[in-house]
Structures are given as structure tokens and as C-alpha cells.
């Protein structure tokens, strides 16, 4: 369904319904000549002497000169009192025009604070899952974030460690050891409490001034730091200058922090927040650039100056090319971002002032006593022609309303689209607003385009659907995905059909756009019940073996070893039969939320039913010995996570595993081979007092799979 650019004005988007269906059209309008012809029939009956003579002297006034002058002196005076009140309506409007644009530019700007603080609390994030990562960990996530492209603007993204003055030595060490031989906290002096610099990335030119320095020192940037621990939330600074500026080209510049702490959850009170800070993951703006990334676009009609704080030119963060000039409109607006307020001022531009003139009232006056004249000569047009073209136009009303409802009827958007993807949409109905939470209106003046709304791994099978059925000048039905409003993906079948005119040339797709999304669920869940365990969300038996087949083939071709791990819990039936069964589907629920954190992602955790799962490993080494090892130390980690208790009913439980592990390397063995191996070593584990691990040991006798 291409949508593009401009579209037409709301009388043509009404002449969808005139398109829409010519069998309505014709039964439309053969009701209104029969409705037509039987008021005439009875008219006749219910008139009066009164009614007739009253109806000629009207006609009679309309035929005289003096009323076509009197008309004129009405008429005329009216459209003076039009004319000064569409004078003040449009300075009224150029107002609410002018905070529109401002509010919406305050919008953007807030949007785009808002997406570079979650760029931070993903960065914390990443602390809470793994702990402390590496510098190269640390430089991968920023370089997946890709913010160059998706976030321009932001100088660089970091993390500041809390250092104790007692612990200042040994930190130092320890990044020297990391290979910065010349690694200090900058400034030097003993304070109580230090802060250090000691990841940012990208960690070159300006950036590498920030390393080892002491945000904590700087009352500003400590402020900030201080409520952003206190808080739990991203904080952003007031205006400092920034480490990383040079001698020439300094801009204004400001931080935001978001605070680390060592547990997963951050915590409650502000006391724990304080004992529980590790450091902050933060993020310094040069003022000039981020704003400039922001407001200073083609076709912008405001003009801009931020302040931090009271307006003022020693608060002044940004001002964009002419803010200083004497504007016909200026506001002021609070933006309150990461606990900290801005306040951006905003002066209508040169050119959105040049392009509101003032001509609309002009329009009006001459347009209006041009009118006037027209209609002054329309007084001496025959009564009989005027009452037929009042006629015709209330048929072509009551036509144009019955095809609109036809149309507003149908489940779906209806649409009408010329077969180019570039060109506009021609038609479309209300349909569409439910399907994509957008009104028809943004689409067909092209402010939305419909085709951005496709899912991007979708838009080429969409796209070869449409120029096949162009090319064959047929029909087409597809499903696809769209990304709605609301952030929810819709599932949608498009139907249509191309029109050809005369010389066979394609002229426009008619289709209906429905939504399917319940039926794609449905879909999705049948397939889910097939290769998914219903309690736990782990892998079945169907799709475990899937997976084993798939590790055998990938170490057959690079030789590297794996493991299957058979795990039984040992006390799972007593508490089972003391507990009841939701006792015990709550246990295997939190055995497997266990299992799922104490491996790698790449490995796979399976349940294979009552209280067995299965863990595959791969990737363990180049030889057995090597990957039993492996095998080993993360077999020995999950025996110590789950013979952890299990809280039951306010009361703590205790259910320890017994876990049977064999290796493999290729084809050596089959898959259903492997399972029954690591399940005699688990049964081993059970024999040796449970709460065991143990390797299956070969058995020479025993098939080869």
C-alpha cells in the first residue's frame, strides 16, 4: 500500500465514498430522484392560497433591483465585520501556531534527554547483570549502541568508580596493572570520599583528558552526583566546563549520571542507596553540538536560546543563529530533566514571520466583496435554476453520505493509492486510525507515511507483492507486520487489486487493510506448546533433542568438545506429596529460573519432565580432558545454586540435585546415546549419597550409539 508526501484536502479524501463501490452509487442516487419526485407529488395537496402568494412576493422582492441593492449594502457590511475579525483571529492563531511549534521542539528536545538517559540506565543495567564488566565488555556495549548514528551529539559514555580515600592506592594499582603505567585520580589531595573516571568511550582524543579525574571534587558535578545516589534516577548537572574542552572552540557543557550500586535491585532508602553506591554510569554534553543536532535542521521556524536556570547570559547553554534578534513571538518554558531545570526560550524566526503575513484578512476583504458582486448578480438569476442547483447539491450530499458510510462500515482501512511508492495516498477511511492508532488525515496529507510503519524485515516481501500484482495487473493478498502508534505489532493482511485504465497502464491499487494479529497469536502459541515446557518456558524433549543434533553437527565440523549435564532433584517427591503440587511446580519454577542464570547464554537449559533437566554445553574445549573441566566447575556451581533452600509458604525448604555428566565430541555418540549416559551417571550421583556429581564412565561393551 504505498503512502507517501502530500495528499489531498478533505473534500477530495471525502470522494473516497464516490469511488468506493458503483453499485452503491447507483442505488443511491435512483432513491433520492424517486424521494425527489414524490415530494412534488406531495407538495400539491398541502398547499395553500397563503403559502403561494407568499412564495411570489419573495420571488417578486428577488427580481427587484432596489433588494439586489440592499443585498449589496448587507453584504458589504458584513464583510467588513469578517474582515477585522479574521484580523484578530489571526493573530490569535499565529500565537497558538507559534506554541505549537515551541512546545513541540520542547518536546523533542525532552524526548531526546529521555533516550540518552535510558543509553545510561542500560549501562547500569549491565552492572546489575554482570557485576563489574571488563573495559572490552565496556567498549563493545557502547559500540553496539551505535550512537553516532541513532544519538549524535553525546560526546562520549563512561563510568566513574566511588574510590574511599584508604582504597585510593590500591585502585591506582590495580588500572596500572591494566597497562596505564601514568594512571593517577586527578586532582591530587586527600579528600574523604574520591570519584575516578576509569571507563570512556569512545576512549580517544578529547575523552582521554576525562580518565582517572575526580567528578567527585567539583561541588557542581558532586551535586549532581548526590542526588542522582540519593534518588535511584539519572541526574543531570547545571552548566560546568568539561575536562575534556581544549584552550580554543570551549562550549558550555553539562554531565548526567546514573548511579551504580552493588545489588541487583537497586535499593529503598536513601541510606542503603548511599551504603550500596559502587559509581555511576554517565554521559558529558558539550552543549553546542548535542543542541545543534537537535534544533538546527532544514526548514526550522523557531529560534532558540537554553538557559540553565533563571534566563540569563552567564546561565546561557545554547543559542541557535538569530535567537538574538527582536522576534514578533517569544516564550519561555520550563523543561525539568533528570531533577535539574532548563529554561528554553523561544523567538518566532525570520522566516516563519515572513511566511504570516497577515494576507488571510486581505483574502477576505477583496475576496469577500468580490463575492458580494457575484452575488448581487446572482439575484437576478432565474428562482427555478437557483432551487435546482440547491437540489442537485443536497442529492450529491445524501450520495456522498451513503458511500461514506458503505465505506466507514467495512472492517479494516479502505484505501486508493496511485501504483508508484513514491506518490501520494489518494483515499482513505477511518479504518485506518484503529489499525495503526494514527488518523487518516496525517497519512493523506503525508505528515505519515504508511509504509514506515511496515516492520523493517517485512517491507521487502510487501514491496515484491505490490510490483507483482502492478506488473501482472492483478490481484494480491499478503501479511505483514506494522508497528502501531500505541508500540504494539499488529499483524495485517493487505488485499487489493489494480485498476488499468484504457490502454492497459496502471492507474491505482483499491485494497482493504484488516487486522489478523489474533489469529497470528494463536498461531504462535499452537507452535509454543509443541517445543516448550507450559510451567517452566524451558525446551522440551522435542526441542532438546532439535538442539543436541544441532551441537553434534557443529562439533563434527570444528572439533571442539561439549557436555550434557542429566539433573534429578533429590527430595522434589516429599515435598511433592507433604506440600501439594503447587508447592512443587513452585520449586521447579525457581529450579529453573537457577539453572537458566548459572549458565552461558549460548548453552541450553531443557526440562524434560516431572523434576529432570537437561543442560547442553558447548564449545568447552579442544579436548575431553579440557571439557570435562568445563564441565566440572560449572556442574560443581550448579549443585551449590540449587542445594540453596526454597522459601514455601513463609517457610524454607531444602531440595538438592544429583547430576550425571557425560562429554561428546561429534558423532561419536547419538543423541538419545548421550542422554541415557548422563542419566546412569546421575543415578551414580544418587547412589554415592545424592547431592553428587559424576561422570559417566564408558562402557566398552556397550553399542556406539
Known amino acids: 500500500m504505498p503512502m507517501n508526501r502530500a495528499g489531498p484536502d478533505k473534500a477530495r479524501r471525502q470522494a473516497l465514498v464516490s469511488d468506493a463501490s458503483p453499485l452503491g452509487g447507483a442505488s443511491a442516487a435512483a432513491t433520492v430522484h424517486v424521494n425527489v419526485e414524490n415530494s412534488g407529488h406531495a407538495a400539491k395537496p398541502k398547499s395553500s392560497p397563503t403559502l403561494t402568494s407568499t412564495g411570489k412576493r419573495a420571488s417578486q422582492l428577488l427580481d427587484r433591483q432596489a433588494t439586489a441593492w440592499v443585498v449589496l449594502l448587507l453584504t458589504v457590511l458584513l464583510t467588513i465585520g469578517l474582515w477585522r475579525h479574521a484580523e484578530t483571529q489571526f493573530i490569535e492563531r499565529d500565537w497558538d501556531n507559534f506554541l505549537r511549534v515551541s512546545e513541540k521542539q520542547k518536546n523533542i528536545l525532552i524526548t531526546r534527554m529521555d533516550d540518552y538517559e535510558q543509553v545510561l540506565r542500560g549501562g547500569a543495567a549491565l552492572f546489575a547483570a554482570t557485576g563489574m564488566p571488563s573495559r572490552e565488555q565496556w567498549r563493545a556495549y557502547v559500540e553496539r549502541l551505535e550512537l553516532d548514528q541513532t544519538l549524535p551529539g553525546i560526546l562520549g559514555t563512561g563510568v566513574a568508580l566511588m574510590v574511599p580515600r584508604e582504597s585510593r592506592d590500591a585502585h591506582e594499582r590495580s588500572i596500572r596493572a591494566e597497562g596505564f603505567a601514568n594512571y593517577a585520580i586527578t586532582p591530587p589531595g586527600n579528600r574523604d570520599m574520591l570519584s575516578s573516571i576509569v571507563y570512556i568511550e569512545p576512549f580517544t582524543g578529547r575523552n582521554l583528558r576525562a580518565f582517572g579525574y575526580d567528578m567527585f571534587s567539583d561541588p557542581i558535578r558532586r551535586e549532581a552526583m548526590e542526588r542522582a545516589r540519593d534518588t535511584g534516577q539519572p541526574a543531570l548537572s547545571k552548566k560546568v566546563t568539561l575536562v575534556q574542552e581544549t584552550v580554543s572552540g570551549v562550549q558550555p557543557g553539562f554531565l548526567v549520571y546514573a548511579p551504580v550500586y552493588n545489588t541487583a535491585q537497586p535499593p529503598t532508602s536513601i541510606a542503603a542507596r548511599r551504603a550500596a553506591l559502587i559509581g555511576f554510569v554517565y554521559s558529558p554534553f558539550r552543549s553546542f553540538d548535542l543542541m545543534e543536532s537537535t534544533f538546527n535542521v532544514p526548514g526550522q521556524i523557531v529560534e532558540v536560546e537554553l538557559f540553565d536556570g533563571v534566563p540569563a547570559p552567564e546561565n546561557l547553554l545554547y543559542a541557535s543563529q538569530g535567537a538574538g534578534r527582536t522576534a514578533r513571538h517569544v516564550t519561555d518554558m520550563t523543561l525539568d530533566l533528570g531533577g535539574h531545570a532548563w529554561v528554553a526560550r523561544f523567538r518566532s524566526s525570520a522566516r516563519l514571520e515572513a511566511s504570516r503575513q497577515g494576507t488571510q484578512p486581505k483574502l477576505i476583504l477583496f475576496g469577500g466583496l468580490a463575492l458580494d458582486l457575484l452575488l448581487f448578480s446572482a439575484l437576478y438569476m432565474n428562482a427555478r435554476h437557483r432551487r435546482k442547483m440547491r437540489e442537485s447539491t443536497a442529492q450529491l450530499e445524501q450520495i456522498l453520505n451513503s458511500y461514506k458510510s458503505l465505506v466507514e462500515n467495512i472492517p479494516g482501512a479502505v484505501f486508493r493509492s496511485p501504483p508508484g511508492a513514491d506518490l501520494p495516498v489518494l483515499q482513505l477511511s477511518n479504518g ?87 489469529r497470528k497469536a494463536a498461531e504462535i502459541m499452537i507452535r509454543d506448546l509443541a517445543f516448550n515446557d507450559t510451567l517452566t518456558g524451558l525446551p522440551n524433549r522435542r526441542l532438546l533433542l532439535d538442539r543436541l543434533d544441532h551441537e553434534l553437527a557443529l562439533s563434527e565440523r570444528t572439533g571442539r568438545h561439549g557436555a550434557l549435564l542429566f539433573i534429578d532433584l533429590d527430595n522434589f517427591k516429599t515435598i511433592n506429596d507433604t506440600l501439594g503440587h503447587a508447592a512443587g511446580d513452585q520449586v521447579l519454577v525457581e529450579v529453573s529460573r537457577r539453572l537458566v542464570a548459572s549458565v552461558r547464554e549460548s548453552d541450553t537449559v531443557a526440562r524434560l519432565g516431572g523434576d529432570e533437566f537437561v543442560v547442553i554445553l558447548e564449545n568447552l574445549g579442544n579436548t575431553a580432558d579440557e571439557a570435562a573441566a568445563e564441565a566440572t566447575e560449572l556442574g560443581s556451581k550448579i549443585l551449590v545454586v540449587l542445594s540453596q533452600p526454597y522459601r514455601l509458604s513463609e517457610a524454607l525448604h531444602n531440595c538438592t540435585p544429583s547430576i550425571g555428566i557425560t562429554t561428546f565430541c561429534g558423532h561419536q555418540a547419538s543423541a538419545g546415546r548421550l542422554l541415557r549416559q548422563a542419566d546412569q551417571a546421575m543415578y551414580q550421583a544418587k547412589s554415592a549419597g545424592r547431592r553428587q556429581l559424576r561422570f559417566h564412565t564408558g562402557d566398552p561393551a556397550a553399542p556406539a550409539g
Not at 445 to 452: D, F, L
Not at 466 to 473: D, L, T
Open 432 to 518: 485506518i486510525t484503529p489499525l495503526t492508532g494514527e488518523p487518516p488525515e496525517r497519512f493523506l496529507s503525508g505528515e505519515r507515511a504508511y509504509r514506515q510503519l511496515i516492520h523493517p524485515d517485512d517491507k521487502s516481501q510487501v514491496s515484491a507483492a505490490i510490483a507483482e500484482a502492478i506488473a501482472k495487473q492483478s490481484a494480491y493478498s499478503i501479511e505483514y507486520r506494522i508497528q502501531a502508534r500505541d508500540g504494539f505489532t499488529r499483524w495485517v493482511n493487505e488485499r487489493g487489486r489494480v485498476t488499468a485504465d484504457p490502454s492497459g497502464q496502471a492507474r491505482w491499487l483499491d485494497g482493504l487493510i484488516f487486522d489478523v494479529s489474533e
